[in-house]
């Protein structure tokens, strides 16, 4: 069985979808509306940039779902694969709403306008350098735990990704994770300050789960027969009420992606196909487990040799 992974905030690129584009009518068409839809030529920053146009946060948001949801379109339409035989759909942070537009649980409009509020709200959440985001590598869940429940009355700092085994990343105040920093040292735990715009996945996104929340319960979600893996919870979602809630509390917490993997191979998925920009979650998959099968969508020829 194999289940279909959209990547997150990170996996952008210049020119990304751009074979597509240029060989597809549907995929300019698919282009074009998202320009409407914004208001701007989300289109020209991503087939052109500038870099730093694409890296901000509320322009990278809706422009990795449209890349994502353009390759998931174009399989539909030049392949004769099923996707929606997937056993489940999941996606990375962002991915989330790219897999559950793809799943049939949100059209592509309100789905890429979410995601342009939720880059913004995220974005402006905190004073510019006021957080900040620190990956650690190499460790244990348990032992980041350990070492962030014995200092929770020194310095508040959340697990932002639970990505893979080795790979975690970490979210607070920038005077915060400087103490944390401090401690890492002194017990060899390898860590690297990342190259973010603001603290994501922890309680300094309050404001934008206000935000959200607000946004989330005026739109209208489909019912659908595709089944969704959660961030939040690493399991199945059971159904719209439940996804709305889940998707205002995935802005504060932490991305639960190696319990959700684990969770899928557990259930009989043995293929994972990413679809969307980059390799970044076919490698944490890998990191979990070398033994299921990987396929990474990014181009035609990646679609032409997809077999399920």
Not at 56 to 59: A, H, K, Y
Not at 211 to 236: G, H, P
């Given at each position: 069985m194999f289940s279909v992974i959209f990547p997150g905030q990170g996996s952008?690129?210049?020119g990304m979808t751009k074979e597509l584009y240029d060989n597809f009518t549907y995929i300019k068409d698919l282009f074009k509306q998202a320009d409407d839809e914004l208001g701007y030529y989300i289109s020209k920053i991503i087939l052109e940039g500038p870099k730093e146009d694409l890296d901000?946060?509320?322009?990278t948001q809706p422009a990795i779902f449209?890349?994502?949801?353009?390759?998931?379109?174009?399989?539909?339409?030049?392949?004769?694969?099923?996707?929606?035989?997937?056993?489940?759909?999941?996606?990375?942070?962002?991915?989330?709403?790219?897999?559950?537009?793809?799943?049939?649980?949100?059209?592509?409009?309100?789905?890429?306008?979410?995601?342009?509020?939720?880059?913004?709200?995220?974005?402006?959440?905190?004073?510019?350098?006021?957080?900040?985001?620190?990956?650690?590598?190499?460790?244990?869940?348990?032992?980041?735990?350990?070492?962030?429940?014995?200092?929770?009355?020194?310095?508040?700092?959340?697990?932002?990704?639970?990505?893979?085994?080795?790979?975690?990343?970490?979210?607070?105040?920038?005077?915060?994770?400087?103490?944390?920093?401090?401690?890492?040292?002194s017990k060899k735990i390898k860590n690297i300050k990342l190259p973010v715009s603001a603290p994501f996945h922890c309680k300094l996104m309050s404001k934008a789960t206000l935000?959200?929340?607000?946004?989330?319960?005026?739109?209208?979600?489909?019912?659908?027969?595709?089944?969704?893996?959660?961030?939040?919870?690493?399991?199945?979602?059971?159904?719209?009420?439940?996804?709305?809630?889940?998707?205002?509390?995935?802005?504060?917490?932490?991305?639960?992606?190696?319990?959700?993997?684990?969770n899928m191979i557990n259930n009989d998925v043995n293929h994972f196909i990413e679809i969307g920009p980059g390799k970044v979650l076919s490698g944490l998959v890998k990191r979990i487990n070398k033994d299921v099968k990987i396929d990474t969508i990014n181009d035609e020829s990646d679609i032409n040799n997809l077999r399920i």
């Open positions: 952008q690129s210049i901000l946060t509320e322009n449209l890349a994502s949801y353009s390759i998931f379109e174009m399989i539909k339409k030049e392949k004769d694969i099923k996707l929606e035989n997937a056993k489940y759909f999941a996606g990375h942070s962002l991915g989330e709403y790219s897999a559950l537009s793809s799943a049939g649980y949100l059209n592509f409009s309100d789905t890429i306008k979410l995601l342009r509020l939720r880059g913004s709200a995220m974005q402006n959440a905190v004073s510019e350098g006021e957080g900040g985001m620190l990956a650690i590598l190499g460790s244990q869940i348990k032992i980041i735990e350990e070492i962030l429940e014995k200092n929770k009355d020194n310095f508040n700092v959340q697990i932002a990704n639970d990505n893979s085994e080795g790979q975690i990343v970490l979210s607070g105040r920038k005077k915060d994770l400087i103490e944390l920093t401090d401690i890492l040292k935000i959200m929340k607000e946004q989330i319960e005026k739109t209208n979600f489909e019912d659908s027969n595709m089944r969704l893996i959660s961030n939040v919870t690493a399991n199945e979602i059971s159904n719209k009420e439940e996804l709305k809630k889940l998707l205002v509390d995935q802005i504060e917490n932490r991305v639960r992606w190696r319990e959700s993997i684990i």
